[in-house]
């Protein structure tokens, strides 16, 4: 008998471990979670249209703007033009953490990606990355237009009509983790 406790008791830490993994709320990058939250992620991000971007100001607040960006990469990085004179490019010269805020067309979820914006200024990328209906926003393009390009870190994804939730408990959204080594 004492041998059957002796054997409970060092299974039990085993089985503890893996009830605590399984209910993980951060998607590792090869399973199905993975695909579905990153197949959400961008049918939210390409139906919104908009979304925020947030940066961090001189004093380390946070400064937020509707933006105009580009349909995502299939890794979720993203593109915006903008004004290389305006605060959103000073503040991530000083601070490239952001964070990009994607409401779903119909508000039943959202998506929040925080990553690290770079200022590209490659004319070659500027000619692939336009919009037409930004002509009298950046009437001298090759000098006064300017790309952002953030690279995820990790993201938040809530999508009510797709079924993806947060824990019912603390609401905590799945989260999916990118590989930055890159």
């Not at 605590?20 to 961008?42: C, R, W, Y």
Request: charged fraction near 25%.
């Amino acid at each position: 008998m004492k041998s059957v406790r002796k054997s409970i008791w060092l299974i039990y830490p085993v089985l503890l471990l893996l009830v605590i993994k399984g209910f993980s709320q951060v998607a590792e990058p090869t399973d199905s979670v993975h695909i579905k939250l990153m197949n959400a992620a961008k049918e939210i991000m390409t139906a919104a249209g908009t979304c925020a971007l947030i940066t961090l100001d001189e004093e380390g607040r946070p400064r937020v703007r509707a933006m105009d960006p580009f349909i995502p990469e299939s890794d979720l990085t993203v593109w915006f033009g903008t004004n290389p004179k305006s605060r959103k490019v000073n503040q991530i010269k000083k601070d490239p953490r952001v964070t990009l805020y994607y409401l779903d067309s119909d508000a039943s979820g959202y998506v929040m990606i925080h990553g690290i914006a770079q200022l590209v200024d490659d004319q070659k990328e500027k000619e692939k990355r336009w919009k037409d209906e930004w002509e009298s926003f950046y009437p001298d393009k090759p000098e006064g237009y300017l790309l952002i390009k953030v690279t995820p870190e990790w993201m938040e994804v809530i999508s009510y009509t797709l079924g993806i939730t947060g824990d019912p408990t603390t609401w905590q959204p799945p989260i999916v983790l990118f590989d930055t080594k890159q």
